[in-house]
């Protein structure tokens, strides 16, 4: 378990929004049947999934900081998408933060129970710290953050990747954490006999 004081950080904002759990929605709307509104309260009384989920930043490199692993509580995101209904040929939900940060996370995979994403208000047995997104973030495991992990989340709006495309320009709309190793033993550059070797380091 990571706690959350160690738990890493990509913030954008100078200042940490601070929303008061009674003020807070979720809104999703766009290519949906229908618009829905989600209060705080609403979302604690839904049916809750605890589950560790290990979150990696997009610039993570192996033996790094950016990266933790929580036991998180909140709302799959397939319920929620499941509620406003997700039109034909809708792929793509953009997310976005109290902040004013924005992220693209596809409905295949938010909208997939065995993905296990969650809408997560709760993390290792406790709300939301405020700097990790109270009173409610995305949690999507095998995913990057940059792509899914949005903090303070206020809106969903459901629509195409081919429209959204140019707008995120700077960075992948599909990212899957890769598998990474780092080999430390023999060091760099030592000259090794034929044979048998021990290979040590840090695989992920």
């Known amino acids: 378990t990571t706690p959350a004081e160690e738990f ?5 904002a100078v200042v940490v929004p601070t ?4 003020d807070w929605t979720l809104r999703i709307h766009g290519e949906v049947e229908r618009e829905v509104v989600v209060t705080y309260e609403e979302l604690i009384e839904m049916s809750v999934r605890e589950q560790w989920a290990t979150l990696v930043g997009l610039r993570y490199e192996v033996g790094g900081e950016q990266v933790g692993n929580a036991w998180w509580s909140g709302v799959p995101t397939s319920t929620l998408l499941a509620r406003a209904g997700v039109l034909t040929g809708a792929d793509a939900v953009v ?14 995979v938010l909208g997939d129970p065995g993905r296990r994403a969650l809408l997560a208000f709760a993390m290792n047995g406790e709300a ?3 700097e990790h997104g109270f009173p409610a973030r995305t949690v999507v495991p095998g995913l990057y953050g940059g792509v899914s992990a949005c903090k303070w989340v206020v809106e969903w709006e459901v629509t195409r990747l081919e429209t959204v495309a140019e707008d995120f320009a700077d960075r992948p709309l599909q990212a899957p954490v890769r598998i990474g190793a780092r080999i430390d033993v023999p060091e760099d550059g030592t000259t090794v006999p034929p044979g048998a070797v021990t290979v040590g380091g840090v695989a992920w």
Do not use: F, K, M, S
């Open 128 to 130: 939301l710290p405020l």
């Open 95 to 108: 997310q976005t933060g109290a902040d004013g940060w924005r992220c693209v996370t596809t409905t295949q």
């Open 19 to 22: 929303i008061a759990a009674e």
């Open 8 to 12: 890493y950080r990509v913030d954008q």
